[in-house]
């Protein structure tokens, strides 16, 4: 397993924007998907959004196509989610996972790593 360190997040107002990181620490991403995660207080798991590492297709939950975008930067080793528009409803704890091992991008039970999460709090 690998790793993940997030970064980013904390308060934003709504409509704005905010960006976050995921790292591998001390080496690449395990596995060819990089998904992030968000869980909100009293709701499960949810997937927002992914990237295929060795294509850089990227994967996008319906209600965040358009205001999120997910992309990689190999010179830093990073995934990275940025963030617009954003509404109170996304107010959630958002989670890095990587070490793909399933079928399904979308389900967090398909990957075999994660980060430890960081709070995104968007007030209306």
């Known amino acids: 397993q690998v790793q993940l360190v997030e970064s980013g997040g904390g308060l934003v107002q709504a409509g704005g924007s905010t960006r976050l990181s995921c790292a591998a620490s001390?080496?690449?991403?395990?596995?060819?998907?990089v998904g992030w995660f968000r869980q909100a207080p009293g709701k499960d798991r949810e997937f927002v959004a992914a990237?295929?590492?060795?294509?850089?297709?990227?994967f996008s939950a319906d209600s965040v196509k358009g205001r999120f975008t997910i992309s990689r930067d190999n010179a830093k080793n990073t995934v990275a989610l940025q963030m617009n528009s954003l509404k109170p409803e996304d107010t959630a704890v958002y989670s890095c996972a990587a070490d793909f091992r399933g079928t399904f991008i979308a389900r967090w039970v398909s990957y075999g790593s994660w980060g430890q999460g960081t709070q995104v709090t968007v007030s209306s």
């Open positions: 990237i295929r590492l060795s294509t850089s297709t990227t």
């Open positions: 001390g080496r690449t991403f395990s596995g060819d998907v």
